[in-house]
């Protein structure tokens, strides 16, 4: 049963790790990064320090700091640069990822699949005069297309179109061939731009196309047949942990589950987040309890597995002095959620005693801190936080600075070392029969 349920797992980890459109996602939101992070950083500031108008706590309110208000236009066109226009930047950078793996580097391939995804945008948008009437505008870009919102439509978009383009591209009938005499920055740009111009074009028919033959834009379509699922799935508790529950199970035959799945939920998360932030600058209640800041702060706190509660049975419990040492050398990593030290050095990865410990803590934790967000002792999180922030410090501000919060985070910790306890005890008993038969097998 054991080897069958690792060989499935390398299975999976295998196609997922080597999957072109996978790698190409995957480095592409982590090479977006800073400016989800820096977004979330704007929203933040503008949330709890800045605005004098915000229900929960913010520094502008004290008596004597209104004058901070004014730095708000600042802020606010920082975080519309930012978080509202990430799924801008994702299509250029899976381009750029995807374009490596084909031997592409040149500068026009994410350009022009960015005007790809573009033609399948809409270009007008409705809204309300100042006399209530219904007006539409022209030659404009709805946020919902530069947001998280637009992320799965991107994805999907960057993708085919890099297809499109580098087939065309790599067949050389489309190449213009110029004179010798003619720079090659010039020469390489006339090479592609046939297959530059009829990406564009045969993405835009397609648009056209499936708007006419569908009854509604391809958009609308990616929301209601993929997004709209997929975080009915992840966004729910059981679905949550079934991901998850992969995630660690994959971590215990030394797959990294983390960046293996992350290509399924990131979008997903990520998204839910968004518009927890958009309730909270609009002055609403958030209403995603699961999202990118809840992984990071109740599934994979101290890393995955949340072995900073391993770290700290060991202390207690455990009479083993290579676990000591190890753990000795793993608080401080652990302390910024990483943990390799003790996955691939104590180790956990095809370690049958820790490696239950280690799939159950998650789900544990996260089932408690969800619950306790549904009764109100913790705050939905709505802002994203880097995921190296020290445990408590994180879920505290992910909530723009909720205390109930951080309490369950570090609830959520001795959980986990309530959970890793009894297996740690386990451990020095093997450490005392292993011992035995060695000096067993000495006489």
């Known amino acids: 049963m054991k080897d069958k349920l690792i060989e499935i797992l390398l299975t999976v980890a295998e196609g997922l790790q080597t999957n072109k459109y996978m790698n190409a ?3 592409g939101f982590t090479a977006l990064l800073p400016i989800i992070i820096g977004g979330a950083f704007f929203t933040l500031i503008l949330n709890v320090v800045l605005s004098t108008t915000t229900t929960g706590i913010s520094l502008a ?3 004597g700091m209104a004058w901070l208000s004014k730095l708000t236009p600042m802020f606010t066109a920082a975080n519309y640069a930012t978080l509202q226009f ?7 950078l899976i381009a750029v990822e995807l374009g490596k793996h084909y031997g592409h580097s040149e500068t026009i391939l994410p350009v022009v699949v960015l005007s790809c995804y573009i033609v399948l945008c809409a270009t007008t948008a409705t809204g309300l005069s100042s006399t209530k ?3 539409t505008i022209s030659n404009v870009l709805a946020r919902n297309f530069t947001n998280a919102q637009g992320l799965f439509m991107g994805m999907i978009t960057a993708i085919v179109s890099t297809e499109i383009y580098v087939k065309l591209a790599d067949s050389g009938k489309l190449e213009i061939k110029m004179p010798e005499t003619v720079p090659s920055n010039v020469a390489k740009a006339f090479n592609v731009l046939f297959p530059a111009i009829l990406t564009i074009l045969i993405i835009a028919a397609f648009g056209q196309i499936f708007q ?3 009854g509604y834009t391809f958009y609308d379509a990616i929301a209601k047949w993929i997004q709209a699922p997929l975080a009915g799935i992840l966004t729910g508790l059981p679905g949550y942990l079934v991901i998850f529950l992969i995630s660690t199970l994959l971590w215990t035959v030394g797959i990294h589950g983390t960046q293996v799945l992350k290509p399924v939920y990131e979008a997903t998360m990520l998204l839910a987040l968004a518009q927890n932030t958009e309730a909270v600058t609009a002055g609403l209640v958030p209403t995603n309890i699961l999202n990118s800041a ?6 994979t706190i101290t890393g995955a597995g949340i072995t900073g509660g391993l770290i700290i049975a060991i202390f207690l419990f455990s009479k083993r002095q290579d676990y000591k040492a190890i753990a000795t ?6 302390l910024f959620n990483i943990n390799e030290t003790m996955t691939f050095g104590l180790p956990i990865v095809l370690n049958p005693i820790l490696a239950i410990p280690f799939v159950i803590a998650p789900a544990v934790s996260a089932t408690f801190a969800f619950y306790m967000t549904k009764i109100g002792f913790a705050q939905v999180m709505a802002y994203n936080v880097p995921w190296t922030t020290p445990p408590v410090l994180q879920a505290f501000l992910a909530t723009g600075g909720h205390v109930g919060t951080a309490v369950v985070q570090a609830l959520c910790v001795l959980l986990a070392v309530a959970i890793y306890t009894p297996f740690v005890l386990i451990s020095n008993r093997q450490a005392t029969e292993e011992a035995a038969l060695a000096q067993e097998a000495t006489a």
């Open 212 to 214: 006419q033959v569908v």
């Open 86 to 92: 990430f799924a801008i930047g994702l299509v250029f």
């Open 25 to 27: 996602i995957k480095n």
């Open 294 to 299: 809840f992984i990071s702060s109740f599934t």
């Open 133 to 135: 009437e219904v007006v």
């Open 329 to 334: 050398l793993s608080i401080a990593p652990g």
């Open 61 to 63: 309110k004290v008596s």
